[in-house]
Structure formats: structure tokens, C-alpha cells
């Protein structure tokens, strides 16, 4: 099959930097893929890369088969790709609901504000709260659920879990699953691996700015003490 994310000899460079060395990956149409990672190996890189936030890179990056290397960023957010960012991004003075509606809808089939508020009834509840209000996990629930609004069918989530307590961990795990049902592409960025172990299809491990090792979930047990290895845990 013909992956709908493809990823070839992707290089990137922060000024005088170079943080990715020939990153290769593919995803196909509906699957989670975890990239795992300490950190500073060029997973967030990665993700900034594919949406075009990385402007200093060269290499293969495809969507649909269409090519988003030379694309303007504006017109990226309109291929279906969406990306929720480690810092989140809620503006702080907006409601709940009001940080939901701010983004456009790029495309058909995106979720109605029922829809996400079934999905996250946290918000539900705080819906008329400002985004000072909310606590850590309920910020990261605003901006994966702001991005399913705009009708994006590829997500890009990065560190979805850094820093958040086990119940709201288990929320979004849910939730990932339920994206898979429905049919959505994730990318995800994640270092705990025993949660994108519940949610993802197949594993990248990063190393210095490649993609060392790729393995499919059920290859998890097997590779244990390689990833304790390298990712330090």
C-alpha cells in the first residue's frame, strides 16, 4: 500500500544546527505511529518539519501524494494535517468554547461541538471557563479537541502526556483509541512508551536525528531492552 504520510531523507537545521540527518518513516492511512525518544534526538524536529514549521530542511515529505516540501505553511493546514504542539497553545483570555470555534474548518467531516463534548465531557463542563482556568490536562484535551473541529484527518500530537496526572493520561488514551476507530491518522511524539503501547500501531525510536529502530506493537516485549537502553528508562 501506498503510505499516505512518507518521509524521505528529511534533513533540518535551526540556524547553524543541524538536528535531523536523513529521517525516514511512513505512516499509512489510519494508523497510529509513535516516535519515541529521549530528549533532543529531533523528535519535535520531526513534527515541525512534516507541518512545515521548520523552514531550513530538504529531503521527501508527501501527503496524499501530494508534496508539502515546498509548500507555504498556510496551505499545509489545508492538506488535513493538523498539529497539536507540546505547549498547547490556548489563549488564555478565550473560553473553552470560544477557543474552540477560533480555528477554520479547512474540510468537510470535522466533529461538531456535541461531538468533541461527548468525546471530552471535561470540557463540556468547563466550556464557559478561560483558558487561565483550566488545568494542565484539561488545556492538552482543548487542543487536541480544537484541532478535530477543523476537519483534519492527520494528526500530529507532540508529548500529548509530559507532565499530567494518571487519571487524565488514561482520558486521552481513550480518546486515541477512539480517533483509530473513527479512521484518523496520528503521528505521535511520546517517551513514555508503556502509554503509546495502549494506542499506537507501530513504534519509531529516534537517535541523534534518525530513525534508529522501527518495530510493530506487537514486537514491544521483544525490543525491551533496547528501548531501555535507549531511551534511559
Not at 474548518?105 to 456535541?114: C, K, N, P, R, Y
Request: glycine content about 12%; overall charge neutral.
Amino acid at each position: 500500500m501506498t503510505p499516505l504520510l512518507e518521509v524521505r531523507d528529511l534533513n533540518a537545521w535551526y540556524g547553524e544546527s543541524h538536528v535531523l540527518h536523513g529521517v525516514n518513516m511512513h505512516v499509512q492511512k489510519g494508523e497510529t505511529v509513535c516516535i519515541l525518544g529521549r530528549n533532543g534526538m529531533g523528535k519535535t524536529t520531526t513534527l515541525r518539519s512534516i507541518m512545515g514549521i521548520v523552514r531550513q530542511r530538504k529531503g521527501t515529505i508527501t501527503l496524499g501524494g501530494r508534496d508539502l516540501i515546498a509548500m507555504p505553511l498556510h496551505r499545509t493546514a489545508r492538506t488535513g494535517l493538523g498539529f497539536v504542539p507540546e505547549e498547547r497553545g490556548i489563549f488564555a483570555t478565550l473560553s473553552v468554547e470560544e477557543n474552540l470555534l477560533l480555528p477554520p474548518v479547512i474540510a468537510q467531516g470535522g466533529m461538531t461541538l456535541d461531538e468533541i463534548y461527548r468525546l471530552f465531557p471535561n470540557l463540556l463542563e468547563r466550556r464557559r471557563s478561560p483558558g487561565t482556568k483550566l488545568s494542565g490536562g484539561e488545556q492538552q484535551m482543548l487542543a487536541i479537541a480544537r484541532i478535530l473541529r477543523t476537519g483534519a484527518t492527520t494528526l500530529l500530537l507532540d508529548e500529548p502526556t509530559e507532565g499530567l496526572a494518571p487519571v487524565i493520561i488514561d482520558a486521552i488514551g481513550e480518546v486515541l483509541q477512539e480517533l483509530r476507530a473513527r479512521g484518523m491518522t496520528v503521528v505521535l511524539v511520546e517517551q513514555n512508551f508503556r502509554f503509546a503501547s495502549r494506542v499506537a500501531d507501530r513504534f519509531y525510536v529516534m537517535d541523534h536525528g534518525q530513525m534508529a529502530h522501527e518495530f510493530p506493537v506487537g514486537e514491544l516485549s521483544a525490543r525491551m531492552g533496547m528501548l531501555h537502553e535507549t531511551l534511559g528508562v
